[in-house]
Nanobody
Framework: QVQLVESGGGLVQAGGSLRLSCAAF????????MGWYRQGPGKQFELVAAITSDGSTNYADFVKGRFTISRDNAKNTVDLQMNSLKPEDTAVYHCNLHSGDLVNYWGQGTQVTVSS
């Protein structure tokens, strides 16, 4: 059983910053990638950023230049540094772990609210 524990969400003004953290616990076979997804009010579930075990990153166009994803393979953690936040970044952010045996695990979600 794998559990993902997220932290770092909250309320921030437009232009501000937040840092999300996610730690994976449990019997993890191996990790292909970890990442963050989000779902805003009335919007589709979407990828924000992901990072593979070798450090390759993938960012959604709408966060390029503003968000940075990082990972600690030894600790099975992934962080998302979010700068220059916009009201449209308001969403529930979910941590994802894609394991080596091709299973997706999800965190419970953390709310990020950006006020204008």
């Amino acid at each position: 059983q794998v559990q993902l524990v997220e932290s770092g969400g909250g309320l921030v003004q437009a232009g501000g910053s937040l840092r999300l953290s996610c730690a994976a616990f449990g019997s993890i076979f191996s990790i292909n990638a970890m990442g963050w997804y989000r779902q805003g009010p009335g919007k589709q579930f979407e990828l924000v950023a992901a990072i593979t075990s070798d450090g390759s990153t993938n960012y959604a166009d709408f966060v390029k230049g503003r968000f940075t994803i990082s990972r600690d393979n030894a600790k099975n953690t992934v962080d998302l540094q979010m700068n220059s936040l916009k009201p449209e970044d308001t969403a529930v952010y979910h941590c994802n772990l894609h394991s080596g045996d091709l299973v997706n695990y999800w965190g419970q979600g953390t709310q990020v609210t950006v006020s204008s």
